[in-house]
């Protein structure tokens, strides 16, 4: 079990400036320069990148923020344990849903209303214009 462990770490392609690693960085860049980007960072950092990890979980550990996330996503939409408060809530929230979808069809149908308001408007500011033409056309074919 150990040498096939060994073996198998053995093929991976190590975090230095090899052949493989420099033939992957250059390919990277000619089909998608991220990529080759990440090559670059993986070959200058890549063996500090475990411990940058562990660092990063560490530190996430001490921090005030994980409570804050932990608080938010467990309180969001979990139960109380208090039957008839959790049926309220529910309640609310569907009631108010609702009359997010009244107000979103209000602000549709809105919308509507003045895309004709406006062409309305155009099209008499065209129908002015037009007969505007017509009336100076017509006094320059009318000799004096």
Do not use: H
Not at 46 to 52: L, Q, S, V
Not at 75 to 99: I, P, W
């Amino acid at each position: 079990m150990d040498r096939t462990m060994t073996t198998a770490k053995s093929c991976m392609i190590k975090p230095a400036w090899t052949p493989v690693t420099i033939g992957l960085m250059v390919l990277g860049f000619v089909a998608f320069w991220p990529l080759g980007l990440a090559m670059l960072a993986y070959i200058l950092w890549g063996d500090r990148f475990e411990g940058m990890l562990r660092d990063a979980k560490d530190q996430w550990r001490g921090s005030p923020l994980k409570g804050a996330f932990e608080q938010m996503n467990t309180t969001a939409y979990a139960r109380t344990g208090n039957v008839a408060f959790d049926d309220y809530r529910e309640r609310e929230l569907k009631r108010l849903e609702e009359e997010r979808a009244k107000l979103d069809t209000m602000r549709a149908e809105f919308d509507d209303f003045l895309r004709e308001l406006r062409r309305a408007r155009d099209q008499e500011e065209f129908d002015r214009f037009m007969a505007n033409r017509g009336r100076s056309t017509g006094d320059e074919a009318t000799p004096l």
